[in-house]
């Protein structure tokens, strides 16, 4: 590493193959790579002095803010670093991008096409309104994150103003073509465009989401300019260094739908066989007046190169026990009209929670959005099930899953925990929140420490 390279500290507390790429692009292109995450990152101010460890000189914000429970805690992190060192995708125009009404505000404020939206904080209020939206409708979380928490729903009905904890809105459905859904996503770093996509809905779905597998197309060379320069303008007005931008075409032209700090590159590699990861390298090497063979940008852009990175710190000695979670669980069920307590029933090997007909329609969960087909001993190919959203609070945390719509009607329990929410948990098969304390210290389950 020569004296003149650039320690580029990459924020970001999780391990994705974004985070991997950018890495392993600052090393190729001759730089100092830094991860900083749990293991290794401090800031000391002594004396007067301010210190991060380890050092770096500039710092990609890659911190995953949609997903948490408290985004708060994570911004102000990244804040605390954003006043020390100069920072790609600063705090503020983060926390912007991650509310998705507060991206659509500020977007429409600067006079770049959205939908018709509206964030209400009363049931009332976001009810009187909802007949402008025509009778099929957006309802969306203003804070998700892979499709989770987006539902097209059926607006004779009523919806809350939240899902769970977090804030909720109705926003006009853009549809040119009823049977094939797609957007376009573009990507940008700097004021450049680095690729974009075409992406597809999978089938039974309208949501264009790679990670909820939908297909790609490369769109870098044939995009529409109209499309271009608003993808462009409105990463600007957003205040990002490097975002993913979705836009939709309506009869009058494009309209953003989000702006994505944080952004996956997958997809956008499968599409365009392009990665972000080294032109997010050059822009922060460059911030700081570092030096960067563009030939090599390209060169090192035709490849993903998600490998572990040389910088990644070792691992823990003993990682982080998982919480546990009962055989029967008390948790919280919403739904896009309601929520309510209920027992639910864990078990582990079962693929997808799945949710009684009864209690689906108390909460409102649905519109169903696909069928899938799950695996029974007395029907050969098994049952073809609805599939719908629902969050799902256990203690503290919550959780936006698919869950399967059956009557559970004979059954004990009205909900079944599957993998989808169980893999964050260790399963105590001894716990169960439907027998009282007593009833398990006379059966000897309650041990004394």
């Not at 983060?94 to 006079?111: C, M, P, R, Y």
């Not at 494009?254 to 390298?281: C, D, Q, R």
């Not at 050969?380 to 099930?385: D, E, H, L, N, P």
Request: net charge negative.
């Amino acid at each position: 590493m020569s004296e003149d390279a650039v320690r580029v500290g990459v924020l970001s507390l999780h391990n994705s193959k974004e985070t991997k790429a950018i890495c392993n692009a600052v090393e190729d292109l001759g730089h100092e790579p830094v991860w900083l995450r749990e293991e290794n990152a401090a800031i000391s101010v002594e004396d007067g002095v301010v210190e991060i460890e380890p050092p770096v000189d500039v710092i990609a914000n890659r911190l995953l803010l949609s997903n948490t429970d408290q985004p708060a805690e994570l911004l102000g992190l990244a804040a605390t670093f954003e006043r020390i060192r100069p920072m790609l995708n600063e705090p503020d125009a983060v926390l912007a991008s991650i509310h998705k009404f507060a991206t659509a505000a500020t977007l429409a404020d600067w006079n770049i096409r959205v939908p018709d939206a509206l964030l209400a904080l009363s049931n009332d209020r976001l009810n009187e309104g909802r007949e402008r939206f025509g009778d099929v409708g957006v309802y969306k979380t203003a804070i998700g994150t892979h499709g989770g928490g987006t539902w097209k729903v059926d607006l004779t009905e009523r919806v809350n103003p939240k899902v769970g904890n977090r804030q909720a809105f109705l926003q006009q459905l853009i549809d040119r073509d009823d049977e094939k859904h797609r957007d376009l996503r573009v990507y940008i770093v700097g004021d450049e465009i680095v690729g974009s996509m075409y992406r597809y809905a999978p089938e039974g779905d309208w949501r264009t989401n790679v990670a909820l597998g939908g297909a790609v197309e490369d769109a870098t060379d044939d995009m529409p300019e109209e499309a271009a320069e608003t993808a462009l303008y409105a990463a600007d007005v957003m205040g990002l260094d490097y975002a993913g931008v979705d836009l939709v075409e309506g009869y009058d032209g494009w309209y953003v739908l989000e702006v994505n700090p944080t952004a996956g590159f997958k997809g956008l590699y499968e599409a365009t066989g392009t990665s972000p990861a080294p032109h997010i390298a050059k822009l922060a090497i460059e911030s700081v007046d570092g030096e960067v063979d563009d030939d090599d940008v390209e060169r090192l852009a035709a490849t993903l190169d998600d490998s572990r990175p040389s910088c990644a710190p070792a691992p823990k000695p003993s990682p982080t026990e998982q919480p546990v979670i009962g055989y029967i669980e008390e948790v919280v069920v919403t739904g896009t009209s309601g929520s309510t307590q209920s027992l639910a029933k864990s078990d582990t090997g079962a693929t997808r929670t799945s949710i009684d007909t009864s209690l689906a329609a108390e909460i409102g969960a649905g519109p169903i959005k696909s069928m899938t087909r799950v695996k029974s001993g007395s029907v050969k190919g098994g049952k073809a099930r609805p599939v719908v959203d629902l969050v799902i609070g256990i203690g503290g945390n919550q959780h936006t899953v698919t869950a399967s719509v059956e009557d559970r009607g004979h059954m004990e329990y009205p909900l079944l925990l599957g993998r989808d929410i169980l893999t964050d948990y260790r399963v105590d098969v001894r716990k169960r929140a439907d027998v009282e304390e007593a009833e398990r210290d006379e059966a000897g389950e309650i041990l004394e420490e």
